[in-house]
């Protein structure tokens, strides 16, 4: 029956041995220095393989700039809403894929030059004497290396290497992408620097820079990539303002090659200043646009009119004709003229009210100046929605909220609606003054009904002449003030430094971070290859885990021999080994004092299974007990493996079962050995029943007589877990001494043992630790202290302060 204190200790057994891991892990500080090493050499690679990383920068203003010849007469002044509005609009518009587009299609940074580095391909934009020129109508090969190589003046190489019988060509202009099959072998052709390539899968041509430097026999290579995939990679631009709502911007961005982020920083500001300004002179160009259709017109009506005057005046009196009634004709004139502005007012109502009804896109709309409407509620707003219209259309491709658009419908809506009603109550106002106009002319050509016919048909031709001409003079008029408008006009964007290579810039790469990366895995690496062994291993490690698992007393530590042969104690008796055998001879007369035994002692050595240190603690037990000039004899009692005779340089083919058959007798069988005061008897050949021959009579009788003539008798007996001769031989035993091995007996060993124990078929067991190395590096029995005490300690001088002895003297 077990009691409450089993319980207690397997419990105790499963709780992590925080000292033991910690004293294990600094044993393997081997281990980790390597790992270190592995580590730091794999993060030394990397970093030497990596590419240098730049950060650039730039810096716009976004400032509306006001146009000084602006009045209200012209309102053809594109607008871009507040400060902050036009802020992040810049900011989106930079990072917008449309943008970008065309940013990276007016500076073909699709096709790649690359020059081979140390260690790989590196990017040679800037650099290379070259520059190609590809047919953007054609297709071309994309996503393959294409090696050039000059190998004259004026003649390259181009090599391919096909590995498959089918790439992929692109064609820049429409972005679509085609496959073709090809011979999968490497492709090698020469062609004329200048001389237009035109292969099924390449066509461009090369010319040389301006100051080529060396170039020949150099070989680069370039590489034409993805449209899209590279409008992706620029999208990357960081846009930030210097201060919260500050309308200065900063543009940055990293890369491998400078000279790509200069010319990539300055052409996007460029793109967008140039299409800002576009945008802002957009009502003028919907104006002068308007106003060139509508002159085309006038000039036929003016010409035919002139004609019709010219042939109407030939041979008459002009004269005679213009006397009489010329006043009337003039206000007449007038009049046409006020019927003409009014219908043309009237004409942009109607085809204002048709765009903002059926209409999505109102960036077209003319300035309604163009029309002679001067009234504010019309041009403010038509100019609102055409900058709205705009700015919608700009975003389509960079932002994808439907709440942004739906913000922008909701306001495009409501200035729709404001001029829905304005357009009526104006037309109202219109038709009223039409009426009184079309009165007037009526009344002014009763008057001149009264005339000759021919004198009705002059002022007739004059009027329809002078009308044309005054309608052209007022369309040249407005035309002239859009042209000057618009060139008057600059962009709302302007650089206050632009990029530029001024050396340095360099932000990578982070070599610190694989450094620091390398020593934390390869200190990481190793805790958990020493955590999971620590966990699996159900071995013994050190005392406090037997400590934990038994009540079995503990009665010495050995440490691990460092002879050839078992003789540890004999050969270096001066030794820390010796020491601790030495340690076990005194903790065993103490536990033979406490039985009160006197005469001939008894010591059986038992383990759990072969190669614990079994015979070697016996033999060196032995020597002690011998050395102290006490008569002992070593019995051989492991039948099955009888190993005692090798060490002594005895023979085997005598021994305790010659003895125990009746065939030799104890003086035969006992061997003295080289120790004074040491005997041996060794197992003799290996008998058919050696469990038969450990429990028969005369196995006692052999401990009897050997009693009568020794101090102390050791009983070296096989393994309890594996066979049970020991069990039958421990009733001979004054004491029992049970082997355990550090790091080779298992914990369950243990266990049986206290079951054997509790049952009462071991008695006066005790255990020695075996075999222990503490890799904390204390000593045995005084820990630290014992350096330099024991001879086979030889102390190292430390070369540093040798050196430093030498430089001072």
Not at 122 to 138: C, L, N, Q, S
Not at 362 to 382: H, M, Q, W
Not at 597 to 605: P, Q, S
Request: net charge neutral; glycine share 4%.
């Amino acid at each position: 029956m077990f009691d409450s204190k089993d319980f207690s200790l397997a419990e105790h057994s499963n709780t992590f041995d925080f000292k033991g891991f910690l004293i294990k892990t600094i044993g393997y500080w081997k281990i980790f220095l390597l790992s270190w090493l592995i580590a730091f050499t794999i993060a030394y690679q990397i970093n030497v393989r990596k590419q240098k990383i730049y950060l650039l920068s730039n810096t716009i203003s976004v400032k509306e700039e006001t146009n000084p010849f602006f009045s209200s007469n012209t309102s053809l002044v594109f607008n871009w809403g507040g400060t902050s509005d036009k802020v992040q609009t810049v900011s989106t518009m930079l990072r917008s894929r449309s943008h970008n587009e065309e940013v990276i299609e007016r500076l073909q940074f699709y096709i790649n030059y690359l020059e081979q580095g140390d260690y790989n391909l590196v990017d040679a934009y800037g650099t290379v004497p070259f520059r190609v020129f590809i047919d953007e109508k054609k297709e071309q090969l994309a996503g393959q290396l294409i090696q050039i190589k000059f190998v004259s003046a004026n003649e390259y190489e181009i090599s391919i290497p096909f590995e498959s019988d089918r790439v992929r060509l692109v064609n820049y202009t429409d972005k679509t992408s085609n496959r073709i099959a090809v011979n999968p072998v490497p492709f090698t052709q020469k062609f004329k620097i200048g001389q237009q390539v035109q292969l099924p899968f390449l066509n461009w041509k090369i010319k040389l820079a301006e100051h080529p430097g060396m170039y020949i026999n150099k070989e680069y290579y370039v590489r034409l990539d993805d449209f899209d995939q590279t409008v992706a990679q620029f999208q990357t631009v960081d846009v930030q303002p210097i201060s919260t709502g500050s309308s200065i911007l900063t543009l940055s961005m990293q890369g491998t090659n400078k000279a790509k982020l200069v010319d990539y920083l300055n052409a996007t500001v460029k793109v967008l200043s140039e299409n800002q300004l576009a945008a802002k002179n957009q009502f003028a160009t919907n104006t002068i646009k308007f106003i060139d259709s509508t002159m085309l017109q006038m000039e036929e009506l003016l010409k035919d009119s002139g004609d019709e005057l010219k042939a109407f005046r030939q041979g008459k009196d002009v004269v005679q004709l213009e006397n009489g009634g010329a006043e009337v004709s003039t206000r007449l004139s007038e009049f046409e003229i006020q019927l003409d502005l009014i219908k043309r007012k009237i004409a942009y109502y109607n085809t204002l009210k048709s765009y903002l009804t059926n209409s999505n896109d109102f960036s077209t709309l003319p300035a309604p100046s163009v029309a002679g409407i001067e009234d504010p509620n019309i041009t403010v707003n038509v100019s609102k929605l055409i900058t709205l219209s705009v700015q919608r259309a700009e975003k389509r491709y960079a932002v994808k909220s439907d709440k942004l658009f739906q913000d922008f419908d909701n306001q495009m809506q409501a200035i729709k609606d404001v001029l829905l009603v304005n357009i009526a109550s104006a037309k109202v106002a219109l038709q009223y003054d039409l009426n009184m106009v079309s009165a007037k002319m009526t009344q002014a050509q009763n008057e001149l009904q009264v005339l000759p016919e021919n004198q009705q048909e002059l002022f007739k031709i004059q009027r329809k002449y002078n009308l044309s001409d005054n309608i052209y003079s007022s369309f040249l008029t407005k035309r002239s003030e859009a042209e000057v408008v618009k060139a008057a006009n600059v962009s709302d964007i302007r650089f206050i430094d632009t990029a530029k290579d001024t050396g340095g810039g360099i932000i990578g790469p982070k070599t610190g971070v694989n450094y620091i990366l390398a020593l934390f895995l390869g200190f990481l690496l190793p805790f958990l290859y020493i955590l999971v062994v620590f966990l699996l291993n159900n071995t013994i490690q050190y005392r406090e885990d037997l400590e934990k698992i038994t009540q079995i007393p503990i009665i010495g530590v050995v440490g691990k021999k460092g002879t050839d042969t078992n003789l540890a104690v004999f050969e270096r008796p001066k030794s820390a080994l010796a020491e601790a055998f030495r340690a076990l001879r005194s903790s065993l007369q103490f536990l033979y004092k406490k039985q009160q035994l006197a005469g001939a002692k008894t010591l059986m050595i038992t383990s759990s299974i072969s190669g614990e240190g079994k015979t070697f603690c016996s033999i060196n037990i032995a020597t002690v007990l011998a050395l102290s000039e006490k008569r002992t004899i070593i019995v051989g009692l492991d039948l099955r493996k009888p190993k005692l005779f090798t060490d002594f340089n005895c023979t085997n083919q005598i021994g305790v079962v010659n003895y125990l058959i009746g065939t030799h007798t104890l003086d035969e069988v006992i061997q003295p050995t080289f120790v004074p005061h040491l005997d041996l008897i060794p197992a003799g050949p290996l008998p058919p029943n050696p469990g038969e021959l450990l429990i028969s009579d005369a196995i006692s009788e052999l401990i009897d007589r050997l009693k009568e003539k020794y101090d102390y008798i050791i009983l070296d007996t096989p393994p309890i877990g594996l066979v049970s001769d020991a069990m039958e031989l421990s009733s001979f035993a004054d004491v029992v001494l049970y082997i355990v091995r550090q790091n080779y007996t298992s914990k369950a060993m243990i266990g049986q043992l206290n079951m054997r124990n509790k049952k009462g078929e071991l008695k006066n067991v005790s255990i020695i630790l075996n075999a222990f190395e503490n890799n904390a590096q204390y000593g045995y029995g005084y820990g630290a202290y014992s350096n330099g005490y024991y001879e086979e300690h030889v102390r190292i001088k430390n070369p540093w302060s040798k050196f430093k002895k030498r430089k001072k003297e």
